[in-house]
Protein backbone atom coordinates (compact mmCIF):
# COMPACT_ATOMS: atom_id res chain seq x y z
CA UNK A 1 0.00 0.00 0.00
CA UNK A 2 1.13 3.44 -0.93
CA UNK A 3 1.66 6.49 1.52
CA UNK A 4 -1.71 9.01 0.56
CA UNK A 5 -0.42 11.40 3.66
CA UNK A 6 3.64 12.08 4.39
CA UNK A 7 4.49 14.16 7.61
CA UNK A 8 8.55 14.36 7.57
CA UNK A 9 10.28 16.25 10.67
CA UNK A 10 7.16 18.85 10.34
CA UNK A 11 6.92 21.60 12.76
CA UNK A 12 4.23 24.34 12.77
CA UNK A 13 4.77 27.33 14.61
CA UNK A 14 1.77 30.26 14.70
CA UNK A 15 2.82 34.01 14.35
CA UNK A 16 2.10 34.69 17.76
CA UNK A 17 4.86 32.37 18.56
CA UNK A 18 2.71 29.53 19.64
CA UNK A 19 4.09 25.59 18.62
CA UNK A 20 1.49 24.16 17.62
CA UNK A 21 3.39 20.89 16.08
CA UNK A 22 6.39 19.72 17.19
CA UNK A 23 8.91 17.73 14.28
CA UNK A 24 6.65 15.64 13.41
CA UNK A 25 7.20 12.43 11.24
CA UNK A 26 4.35 10.06 10.28
CA UNK A 27 2.65 8.10 7.45
CA UNK A 28 -1.07 7.24 6.24
CA UNK A 29 -1.42 5.07 3.84
CA UNK A 30 -4.56 4.76 1.03
CA UNK A 31 -7.27 3.17 2.53
CA UNK A 32 -6.73 4.04 5.82
CA UNK A 33 -8.78 4.67 8.65
CA UNK A 34 -7.14 6.69 11.67
CA UNK A 35 -8.42 8.67 14.48
CA UNK A 36 -6.87 11.78 15.80
CA UNK A 37 -6.95 12.61 19.73
CA UNK A 38 -5.94 14.75 21.99
CA UNK A 39 -6.64 17.42 25.01
CA UNK A 40 -8.33 21.14 23.27
CA UNK A 41 -5.43 22.80 22.02
CA UNK A 42 -3.18 19.79 21.27
CA UNK A 43 -2.83 20.83 17.98
CA UNK A 44 -4.94 18.16 16.03
CA UNK A 45 -6.48 21.16 13.79
CA UNK A 46 -3.18 22.17 13.14
CA UNK A 47 -2.45 18.97 11.64
CA UNK A 48 -5.32 18.66 9.44
CA UNK A 49 -4.60 22.24 8.26
CA UNK A 50 -1.41 21.82 7.24
CA UNK A 51 -2.60 18.16 5.19
CA UNK A 52 -5.62 20.78 3.34
CA UNK A 53 -3.14 23.48 2.79
CA UNK A 54 -4.57 25.98 4.85
CA UNK A 55 -1.63 26.57 6.55
CA UNK A 56 1.65 26.07 5.76
CA UNK A 57 4.43 24.21 8.35
CA UNK A 58 7.31 26.46 9.28
CA UNK A 59 9.61 23.40 8.70
CA UNK A 60 9.60 19.97 7.41
CA UNK A 61 8.04 18.38 4.08
CA UNK A 62 4.22 17.27 3.49
CA UNK A 63 3.49 15.44 0.92
CA UNK A 64 -0.54 14.72 0.01
CA UNK A 65 -1.02 12.53 -2.95
CA UNK A 66 2.47 12.61 -4.34
CA UNK A 67 2.02 16.17 -4.44
CA UNK A 68 4.80 18.31 -1.88
CA UNK A 69 2.02 20.63 0.11
CA UNK A 70 4.86 22.31 1.91
CA UNK A 71 5.45 24.42 -1.07
CA UNK A 72 2.66 24.20 -3.23
CA UNK A 73 1.86 27.57 -4.84
CA UNK A 74 -1.71 29.20 -3.90
CA UNK A 75 -3.59 28.45 -7.67
CA UNK A 76 -2.75 24.62 -6.94
CA UNK A 77 -4.68 24.28 -4.13
CA UNK A 78 -7.81 23.80 -5.55
CA UNK A 79 -6.28 21.11 -7.59
CA UNK A 80 -5.16 19.40 -4.12
CA UNK A 81 -8.63 20.11 -2.42
CA UNK A 82 -10.28 18.42 -5.16
CA UNK A 83 -9.72 14.84 -3.46
CA UNK A 84 -10.47 15.75 -0.25
CA UNK A 85 -13.43 16.25 1.65
CA UNK A 86 -13.33 18.35 4.26
CA UNK A 87 -15.55 18.55 7.76
CA UNK A 88 -14.27 21.87 9.26
CA UNK A 89 -14.89 22.18 13.28
CA UNK A 90 -16.63 25.32 12.65
CA UNK A 91 -18.80 24.24 9.65
CA UNK A 92 -18.12 26.81 7.47
CA UNK A 93 -21.63 26.75 5.71
CA UNK A 94 -23.03 29.69 3.46
CA UNK A 95 -26.03 31.10 5.30
CA UNK A 96 -27.08 33.06 1.99
CA UNK A 97 -27.66 29.32 0.50
CA UNK A 98 -30.29 26.95 1.52
CA UNK A 99 -28.85 23.10 2.58
CA UNK A 100 -29.34 21.72 -0.81
CA UNK A 101 -27.31 25.02 -2.11
CA UNK A 102 -24.85 24.59 -0.24
CA UNK A 103 -23.91 20.66 -1.06
CA UNK A 104 -24.90 21.36 -4.45
CA UNK A 105 -22.03 24.43 -4.90
CA UNK A 106 -19.50 21.85 -3.70
CA UNK A 107 -20.22 20.27 -6.96
CA UNK A 108 -20.59 23.24 -9.05
CA UNK A 109 -17.04 24.58 -7.97
CA UNK A 110 -15.45 21.33 -9.50
CA UNK A 111 -17.32 21.42 -12.56
CA UNK A 112 -20.08 18.99 -11.82
CA UNK A 113 -22.67 18.63 -15.05
CA UNK A 114 -26.09 20.09 -13.90
CA UNK A 115 -28.29 16.86 -14.29
CA UNK A 116 -25.55 15.00 -12.07
CA UNK A 117 -26.07 18.29 -9.29
CA UNK A 118 -29.48 17.36 -9.55
CA UNK A 119 -29.49 13.45 -9.15
CA UNK A 120 -26.44 13.44 -6.45
CA UNK A 121 -27.40 16.29 -3.87
CA UNK A 122 -31.04 14.49 -2.68
CA UNK A 123 -29.25 11.63 -2.90
CA UNK A 124 -26.34 12.34 -0.03
CA UNK A 125 -28.57 14.47 1.65
CA UNK A 126 -31.19 11.55 2.68
CA UNK A 127 -27.51 9.96 3.55
CA UNK A 128 -27.00 11.79 6.52
CA UNK A 129 -30.82 12.30 7.39
CA UNK A 130 -31.53 15.58 5.98
CA UNK A 131 -33.92 15.64 3.50
CA UNK A 132 -36.20 16.99 4.85
CA UNK A 133 -34.23 19.99 5.45
CA UNK A 134 -33.40 20.63 1.73
CA UNK A 135 -34.69 24.28 1.51
CA UNK A 136 -33.79 25.63 5.23
CA UNK A 137 -30.72 27.45 5.89
CA UNK A 138 -27.69 26.65 8.11
CA UNK A 139 -28.70 29.20 10.39
CA UNK A 140 -32.57 27.25 11.01
CA UNK A 141 -30.74 23.84 11.41
CA UNK A 142 -29.39 22.70 15.28
CA UNK A 143 -26.09 22.53 15.84
CA UNK A 144 -25.73 18.93 14.99
CA UNK A 145 -27.73 19.19 11.73
CA UNK A 146 -25.11 21.56 10.63
CA UNK A 147 -22.54 19.31 10.89
CA UNK A 148 -24.70 16.83 9.19
CA UNK A 149 -24.95 19.46 6.24
CA UNK A 150 -20.93 19.94 6.43
CA UNK A 151 -20.44 16.35 6.18
CA UNK A 152 -22.62 15.97 3.33
CA UNK A 153 -20.68 18.62 1.06
CA UNK A 154 -17.27 16.61 1.90
CA UNK A 155 -19.03 13.07 0.58
CA UNK A 156 -21.11 14.79 -2.18
CA UNK A 157 -17.40 14.74 -4.69
CA UNK A 158 -16.79 11.53 -3.62
CA UNK A 159 -13.15 12.21 -2.64
CA UNK A 160 -10.26 9.87 -2.16
CA UNK A 161 -9.46 11.45 1.34
CA UNK A 162 -12.10 12.75 3.90
CA UNK A 163 -10.75 14.86 6.85
CA UNK A 164 -12.97 15.51 9.49
CA UNK A 165 -12.93 17.84 12.22
CA UNK A 166 -14.84 16.87 14.93
CA UNK A 167 -18.05 15.65 12.68
CA UNK A 168 -19.45 14.44 16.33
CA UNK A 169 -18.48 17.72 17.77
CA UNK A 170 -22.01 18.46 17.77
CA UNK A 171 -24.48 15.31 18.03
CA UNK A 172 -25.36 12.83 20.56
CA UNK A 173 -24.05 9.28 21.18
CA UNK A 174 -26.36 7.68 18.77
CA UNK A 175 -26.07 10.06 15.88
CA UNK A 176 -21.97 10.23 16.29
CA UNK A 177 -21.87 6.38 16.30
CA UNK A 178 -24.17 6.67 12.60
CA UNK A 179 -22.08 8.97 11.24
CA UNK A 180 -18.40 7.08 12.32
CA UNK A 181 -20.25 4.30 10.86
CA UNK A 182 -21.13 5.90 7.42
CA UNK A 183 -17.55 7.00 7.32
CA UNK A 184 -16.87 3.78 8.11
CA UNK A 185 -18.65 2.44 5.61
CA UNK A 186 -17.08 4.71 3.16
CA UNK A 187 -13.96 3.65 4.14
CA UNK A 188 -14.41 0.18 3.28
CA UNK A 189 -14.44 1.19 -0.46
CA UNK A 190 -11.24 2.69 -0.27
CA UNK A 191 -11.58 6.21 0.84
CA UNK A 192 -8.96 7.18 3.41
CA UNK A 193 -10.64 9.07 6.58
CA UNK A 194 -8.97 11.12 9.49
CA UNK A 195 -11.27 12.11 11.87
CA UNK A 196 -10.18 14.14 15.14
CA UNK A 197 -12.95 13.38 18.10
CA UNK A 198 -13.06 13.59 21.44
CA UNK A 199 -15.24 11.17 21.89
CA UNK A 200 -13.19 8.03 23.53
CA UNK A 201 -16.15 5.59 23.54
CA UNK A 202 -16.26 5.80 20.14
CA UNK A 203 -13.07 5.42 19.29
CA UNK A 204 -13.09 2.48 21.56
CA UNK A 205 -16.36 1.12 19.52
CA UNK A 206 -14.62 1.55 16.15
CA UNK A 207 -11.01 -0.19 16.40
CA UNK A 208 -9.15 1.69 14.14
CA UNK A 209 -5.78 3.50 14.13
CA UNK A 210 -5.18 5.92 16.93
CA UNK A 211 -3.02 9.24 16.76
CA UNK A 212 -2.51 10.99 20.19
CA UNK A 213 -1.22 14.18 19.88
CA UNK A 214 -0.23 16.01 23.09
CA UNK A 215 1.43 19.66 23.27
CA UNK A 216 2.09 19.03 19.19
CA UNK A 217 4.04 15.77 19.37
CA UNK A 218 2.76 12.59 18.47
CA UNK A 219 2.41 10.53 21.34
CA UNK A 220 1.07 7.40 20.61
CA UNK A 221 0.24 5.98 16.90
CA UNK A 222 -1.88 2.72 17.59
CA UNK A 223 -4.32 0.56 16.56
CA UNK A 224 -4.81 -0.97 20.48
CA UNK A 225 -7.47 1.35 22.45
CA UNK A 226 -5.96 3.32 24.83
CA UNK A 227 -8.47 4.66 26.58
CA UNK A 228 -9.79 2.63 29.47
CA UNK A 229 -12.66 3.74 30.58
CA UNK A 230 -16.19 1.91 30.61
CA UNK A 231 -17.53 0.28 27.10
CA UNK A 232 -20.83 1.49 26.13
CA UNK A 233 -23.09 -0.75 24.64
CA UNK A 234 -23.94 1.32 21.22
CA UNK A 235 -27.84 -0.17 19.93
CA UNK A 236 -27.26 -1.02 16.53
CA UNK A 237 -30.93 -1.10 15.47
CA UNK A 238 -30.70 2.60 15.47
CA UNK A 239 -28.67 2.76 12.80
CA UNK A 240 -30.64 3.99 10.74
CA UNK A 241 -29.10 5.83 7.97
CA UNK A 242 -28.98 4.16 4.19
CA UNK A 243 -26.08 2.11 4.07
CA UNK A 244 -24.06 2.37 0.85
CA UNK A 245 -23.99 0.79 -2.36
CA UNK A 246 -21.13 -1.69 -2.58
CA UNK A 247 -19.27 0.35 -4.98
CA UNK A 248 -20.42 4.21 -4.36
CA UNK A 249 -18.18 4.78 -7.49
CA UNK A 250 -19.95 2.92 -9.99
CA UNK A 251 -23.29 3.79 -8.41
CA UNK A 252 -22.58 7.28 -9.28
CA UNK A 253 -21.73 6.74 -12.87
CA UNK A 254 -24.67 4.63 -12.90
CA UNK A 255 -26.98 7.40 -11.80
CA UNK A 256 -25.23 9.71 -14.12
CA UNK A 257 -25.62 7.72 -17.23
CA UNK A 258 -29.82 7.44 -16.11
CA UNK A 259 -29.78 10.93 -16.03
CA UNK A 260 -28.53 10.94 -19.30
CA UNK A 261 -30.96 9.09 -20.80
CA UNK A 262 -33.60 10.70 -19.06
CA UNK A 263 -35.59 13.38 -21.18
CA UNK A 264 -34.68 17.16 -20.20
CA UNK A 265 -38.60 17.75 -19.43
CA UNK A 266 -38.69 15.26 -16.98
CA UNK A 267 -35.37 15.93 -15.44
CA UNK A 268 -36.82 19.91 -14.77
CA UNK A 269 -39.39 17.93 -12.29
CA UNK A 270 -38.68 16.93 -8.66
CA UNK A 271 -35.21 15.24 -8.20
CA UNK A 272 -35.71 11.47 -8.03
CA UNK A 273 -35.06 9.12 -5.46
CA UNK A 274 -31.45 7.31 -5.21
CA UNK A 275 -30.95 5.69 -2.19
CA UNK A 276 -29.55 1.96 -2.98
CA UNK A 277 -30.37 -0.56 -0.84
CA UNK A 278 -27.27 -2.75 0.11
CA UNK A 279 -25.91 -4.47 3.08
CA UNK A 280 -22.24 -3.49 3.71
CA UNK A 281 -20.19 -4.80 6.17
CA UNK A 282 -18.19 -2.55 7.87
CA UNK A 283 -14.49 -3.72 7.89
CA UNK A 284 -12.55 -2.66 10.94
CA UNK A 285 -9.28 -4.29 9.38
CA UNK A 286 -6.24 -2.09 9.41
CA UNK A 287 -2.88 -2.90 8.81
CA UNK A 288 0.45 -2.13 10.60
CA UNK A 289 1.54 1.17 10.74
CA UNK A 290 4.36 2.91 9.71
CA UNK A 291 6.20 4.16 12.71
CA UNK A 292 6.00 7.28 13.58
CA UNK A 293 8.05 9.99 16.06
CA UNK A 294 7.99 13.71 17.33
CA UNK A 295 10.72 14.60 19.58
N1 LIG B 1 -4.37 30.82 13.69
C1 LIG B 1 -3.71 30.64 14.85
N2 LIG B 1 -2.88 31.59 15.29
C2 LIG B 1 -2.20 31.43 16.46
N3 LIG B 1 -2.28 30.33 17.23
C3 LIG B 1 -3.09 29.36 16.82
C4 LIG B 1 -3.85 29.45 15.63
N4 LIG B 1 -4.58 28.32 15.47
C5 LIG B 1 -4.29 27.57 16.54
N5 LIG B 1 -3.41 28.17 17.36
C6 LIG B 1 -2.83 27.63 18.59
O1 LIG B 1 -2.12 26.44 18.26
C7 LIG B 1 -2.35 25.42 19.24
C8 LIG B 1 -2.97 24.22 18.58
O2 LIG B 1 -4.26 24.59 18.12
P1 LIG B 1 -5.24 23.58 17.36
O3 LIG B 1 -6.38 24.37 16.84
O4 LIG B 1 -4.44 22.80 16.38
O5 LIG B 1 -5.68 22.64 18.58
P2 LIG B 1 -6.75 21.44 18.62
O6 LIG B 1 -6.01 20.24 19.10
O7 LIG B 1 -7.46 21.35 17.34
O8 LIG B 1 -7.71 21.94 19.78
P3 LIG B 1 -9.33 21.76 19.92
O9 LIG B 1 -9.56 20.36 20.42
O10 LIG B 1 -9.67 22.78 20.98
O11 LIG B 1 -9.96 22.05 18.61
C9 LIG B 1 -3.21 26.05 20.32
O12 LIG B 1 -2.37 26.53 21.33
C10 LIG B 1 -3.88 27.22 19.60
O13 LIG B 1 -4.17 28.26 20.50
MG1 LIG C 1 -9.40 21.73 16.75
Redo the contacts with the bound molecule.
Keep these: MSNIIEFKNVSKT???G?H?LNNCSLNIEKGEFVFIV??????????L?LIMHE?TPSRGTIIVNGTNVSTLKRKKVPYLRRNMGIVF?DFRLIDKMTVYDNVAFAMRAIGARPSAVKKRVPYILNLVGLSHKAQNRPSELSGGEQQRVSLARALVNNPSIIIA??PTGNIDPEMSYEIIGLLSEINAQGTTILV?T?EHQLVRRFNKRVIE?EK?KVISDTKEPVITDEEVEFDDSKFELDPLPDDLAEAIEQAERAVEETPEEELSQSAPETTEETEEAVSDESEDKEAQQCE
Design positions: YDSTAGASGAGKSTFKEQDEVHIG
